[in-house]
């Protein structure tokens, strides 16, 4: 049975707005006013970049969370 210390959900939320900036980042838009890195109109003008930026934090919080805010009984 998985037991959530209190900062559980806080940190969840922050995991999932972190992934949804990544995800945002790589998205096509078309009134962009630059290509991006990869050579399409993007969301993001630095898109490969920006969204490893973000990932690597929701990463982070993600592993922080599992390693001291779930225990197991």
Not at 11 to 22: R, S
Not at 45 to 68: D, E, M, N, Q, Y
């Amino acid at each position: 049975m998985k037991i959530r210390k209190k900062g559980y959900w806080w940190l969840l939320t922050l995991t999932i707005f972190f992934t949804v900036l990544a995800i945002t980042t790589i998205l096509p838009v078309e009134t962009a006013s630059k290509v991006s890195m990869l050579g399409y109109k993007a969301h993001c003008t630095f898109t490969p970049i920006s969204t490893i930026l973000c990932i690597l934090p929701a990463g982070f919080v993600c592993f922080i969370r599992k390693r001291f805010f779930v225990s197991y009984k």
